[in-house]
């Protein structure tokens, strides 16, 4: 006999397999089962309606955000361009023009026109790079400094539609449980920048002004320095502070360090943009160029330069290169310049007094370079004008003037700058651009 029944048979003999009893079976079906289904169809297909609802009614405030976060973003660039040159309320009005020509979702009918409220919508102040913090003007920075209308570089956004404004969005399904419409807003903020290393006036770790001094700009170009129409581009630049005392003018930007402000008493006045620097300056040291001709000269008489025998140049970019141990000038001493000179100085520079000629005329700053060697002091001062550059941002550079008026006419860049009495530095345009092009760009 075969296992399987062998196995089948003791099975039943125990009792392991009973006999099951068959169901009665209805002609359509289990009447509970069938109630069941429907009422799970009946559930499943609310939860679908409410799931595709929802769908529409987050896709239309989607739609809302995206239009409103787009007319704040062309606003706010539009209206942070203006800051560094126009008066903010010029500002403001550009940046409502600029968003209504926009148009976003409200009610519940199609998009219409963004409309920015100028009081509350547009708020004008001062963002660091630094900490990357909005501050408004008139509000206090946590370090003490309390926003003004000049050092604003940034301005906030807020587009809305809202209940209160009657322009909320309007909900379609959502009605079904009470909710009708919706709050939306789109938020921009926007930082107008200018600037990097090419600034005309600096003292890199800071500077400050006494006195009755003032800072401007003229072409040389085009023609020699007229007091009585003076450009206003005459800008200063630190990663420091720049504080002014006195009677000091700056007609131009003063631009503080990244975390720096500028200051002003007694009847001191910048005429011009204060909004800190977006990243440091940097002014590495000018080695002596090979082949740079030695020349020892104890300070005192006459200096010609070149000196007979030396090349002649006459190309801006390629001067002839002088290394001396020191410039100390008083009295009557003179200092000669022909063609493009530039002079290295390894000991400290002291014109004080004497003359300093560029030949021949007009007067060019741009041709005599002098340039400070490592650290140490660099004077300027006496009566008249100098014509040069100044290259020293490892030295302490201090102009000063006696008696009469003294005056720099071309650039300087020195580690510290001090500008005192009766003194000023008259920037020169004929050079490329001080602080480059202003640029807007979203920050938030």
């Known amino acids: 006999m075969p296992a399987a029944k062998i196995c089948r048979r003791i099975a039943k003999a125990r009792g392991l397999f009973a ?20 009422l799970y169809v009946g559930v499943i297909l609310l939860a679908a309606f409410a799931l595709v609802s929802l769908a529409v ?5 989607r739609v809302a955000r995206l239009q409103l976060s787009t007319a704040a973003d062309a606003a706010a660039i539009a209206g942070v361009r203006q800051l560094p040159v126009v008066k903010h309320i010029e500002a403001t009005t550009e940046a409502v023009v600029v968003a209504s020509e926009n148009t976003a979702i409200q009610g519940t009918g199609n998009a219409v026109t963004v409309t920015l409220q100028a009081a509350s919508d547009v708020e004008i102040g001062l963002y660091r790079f630094s900490t990357e913090k909005f501050t408004k003007v008139g509000s206090t920075e946590p370090n003490g400094h309390t ?37 939306v807003r789109g938020e921009a903020t926007a930082v107008v ?54 009677t000091s003018d700056i007609w131009g930007d003063a631009r503080p360090g990244v975390d720096a402000s ?18 440091p300056l ?80 007009p007067q060019l700053p741009a041709r005599l370079l002098l340039v400070k060697v490592g650290s140490g002091d660099v004077d300027l001062g006496g009566n008249g004008q100098l014509f040069a550059h100044v290259y020293a941002p490892q030295a302490d550079v201090r102009l000063h003037g006696t008696g009469q008026d003294f005056a720099l006419c071309g650039w300087v860049i020195g580690k510290t700058l001090d500008v005192k009495g009766n003194s000023a530095i008259h920037y020169d345009e004929s050079l490329p651009s ?9 920050v938030k």
């Open 434 to 442: 001080p602080s480059g092009p202003r640029r807007a760009s979203l």
């Open 57 to 61: 009614d987050m896709g239309r405030l």
């Open 19 to 38: 006999p099951v009893e068959p169901r009665a079976h209805h002609a359509y079906g289990d009447p509970a089962r069938g109630g069941f289904a429907i």
């Open 193 to 246: 920048r200018g600037g990097g290393s090419g600034f005309g006036i600096v003292g890199i770790d800071w500077v400050q002004m006494n006195g009755n001094t003032k800072t401007d700009s003229y072409n040389a170009a085009a023609g020699p320095y007229d007091k009585n129409n003076p450009n206003h581009n005459g800008t200063v630049a630190s990663n420091g502070s720049i504080s002014m005392v006195g």
């Open 147 to 183: 926003v003004r209308d000049s050092d604003a570089n940034a301005m906030h956004v807020t587009a809305w539609r809202s209940d209160a404004r009657g322009t909320a969005v309007g909900l379609f399904f959502a009605r079904a449980i009470g909710l009708n419409q919706m709050d």
């Open 262 to 279: 500028v200051s002003t008493t007694g009847q001191a006045t910048v005429h011009g943009w204060t909004a800190p620097l977006e990243e």
């Open 282 to 361: 940097n002014y590495p040291p000018k080695p002596i160029p090979a082949g740079a001709i030695s020349v020892t000269w104890p300070g005192s008489g006459k200096l010609s330069l070149p000196r007979a025998g030396d090349p002649v140049s006459n190309d801006p970019d390629n001067p002839t290169n002088y290394v001396l141990n020191k410039i100390k000038m008083k009295g009557g001493d003179e200092l000669n310049i022909s063609g493009y000179v530039a002079i290295y100085v390894t000991g400290d520079i002291d014109i004080g007094g004497g003359s300093v000629a560029n030949s021949p005329p």
